[in-house]
């Protein structure tokens, strides 16, 4: 479920947007669960709401992965610099009838619209707009302004939504030596 307290997360995010490091790498195999619960012990979320996604001239940033009010999150960003997007994943389900109950981001007095497309729902209130994938019992966000981030951007990265490889996790944990992914 989207939450209105989101509003804040891209002021926390905005030093880590400004500064983050290039760290998106595929093609490994699907991450081992036991490693995959421990990264998620670390960032202190379930197992089960770690998702990335992969969308060509953007780029996770490590330090941005975390926990936000019991969801997953990570943020995004153009290879250069002028645009990100966030991925939240929390546990929750999205209708057809709740689809536009559920506030979008900050934009909680805005009414929602919802056009579904594909496996997912296309969202816009405002000037936000995202893809909500719904996977089982977990709805990903993929969340950006609608003058920033063009929904085709968005949409690709809705249809790459996955878990984690073992390249993609070790990216998305901080580095051991300190040093910088």
């Known amino acids: 479920m989207m ?3 989101r509003a804040l ?5 905005l030093p880590v947007l400004l500064t983050g490091c290039d760290a998106d790498k595929n093609g ?20 089960e709401l770690v998702y990335v996604t992969k969308v060509s001239g953007y780029t996770v940033f490590q ?8 969801e997953f999150v990570t943020a995004y960003r153009s290879e250069e610099g002028a645009t990100k997007f966030g991925l939240f994943a929390g546990h929750g389900t999205l209708t057809a009838e709740s ?17 579904h497309d594909g496996d997912a729902w296309y969202r816009k ?28 951007v968005l949409r690709k990265a809705a249809e790459a939504v996955h ?18 992914t």
């Open 163 to 180: 878990r984690p490889d073992d390249t993609e996790l070790a990216a998305l944990l901080p580095a051991k030596d300190g040093a910088d």
């Open 3 to 5: 939450r209105p307290s």
């Open 125 to 152: 209130a405002g000037g936000s707009h995202e893809y909500a994938v719904p996977i089982d019992t977990v709805v990903v966000h993929l969340i950006a302004a609608t003058d920033r981030v063009d929904r085709a």
């Open 28 to 47: 490994g195999t699907a991450a081992d669960r036991a490693d995959l619960d421990a990264a998620a012990r670390v960032w202190g979320v379930a197992p």
């Open 99 to 115: 689809c536009p109950k559920q506030p979008l981001g900050e934009v909680s007095d805005k009414r929602v619209t919802c056009e």
């Open 63 to 70: 330090a941005s992965v975390g926990e936000y009010e019991d």
């Open 9 to 13: 997360l891209p002021l926390f995010l």
